[in-house]
C-alpha cells in the first residue's frame, strides 16, 4: 500500500486547511487509518482515527475542531482531515497510517505502534 498525504501549509491562527491522503495498491485490506502529527521535540502523538465501520476518534486537544473522513473505492482511500479554528501549537508535521486491521483504532496508541504503513507527511505551520 501506498500512502500519500498533501493539503499541509502556512495558515494563520485561526484560519483552515483541509488534510488529504490517498492510499492505494492493496487497499481492500485495510480497515482502520488514522493522522498522527509531530512537532519538533515532541513525540508523536495520535490527533484522530477512523475505524472499519466509521467510528471515529479526536485526542481531546482537537475535538470540536478537527474532522476525519474517508472515502473508499476499488482501488483508492482517501482519508480527510478538516481542521478548523487552526492554533499554534497544531503545527506539525502531519502523518497518515494504515492499519489492516481495527487494532490499530481501538489500541489508540500514542505512538502509532499499531498502524503498518505511514506517508511521508506533510508541513503544517500556524503563524500566531
Known amino acids: 500500500v501506498q500512502v500519500v498525504e498533501s493539503g499541509g501549509g502556512l495558515v494563520q491562527d485561526g484560519g483552515t486547511l483541509r488534510l488529504s491522503c490517498a492510499a492505494s495498491?492493496?487497499?481492500?485490506?485495510?480497515?482502520?487509518m488514522g493522522w498522527y502529527r509531530r512537532s519538533p521535540g515532541k513525540k508523536r502523538e495520535l490527533v484522530a482515527a477512523?475505524?472499519?465501520?466509521?467510528?471515529?476518534?479526536?485526542a481531546d486537544s482537537v475535538k470540536g475542531r478537527f474532522t476525519i473522513s474517508n472515502f473508499r473505492d476499488n482501488s483508492k482511500i482517501t482519508l480527510s482531515l478538516q481542521m478548523n479554528n487552526l492554533r499554534p501549537e497544531d503545527a506539525a508535521m502531519y502523518y497518515c497510517?494504515?492499519?489492516?486491521?481495527?487494532?490499530?483504532?481501538?489500541?489508540?496508541?500514542?505512538?502509532?505502534?499499531?498502524?503498518?504503513?505511514w506517508g511521508q507527511g506533510t508541513q503544517v505551520t500556524v503563524s500566531s
Open positions: 477512523i475505524s472499519s465501520e466509521g467510528q471515529t476518534y479526536y
Open positions: 495498491g492493496s487497499v481492500v485490506s485495510i480497515d482502520s
Open positions: 497510517a494504515v492499519s489492516y486491521s481495527d487494532f490499530g483504532f481501538f489500541s489508540q496508541n500514542p505512538g502509532g505502534d499499531d498502524y503498518a504503513d
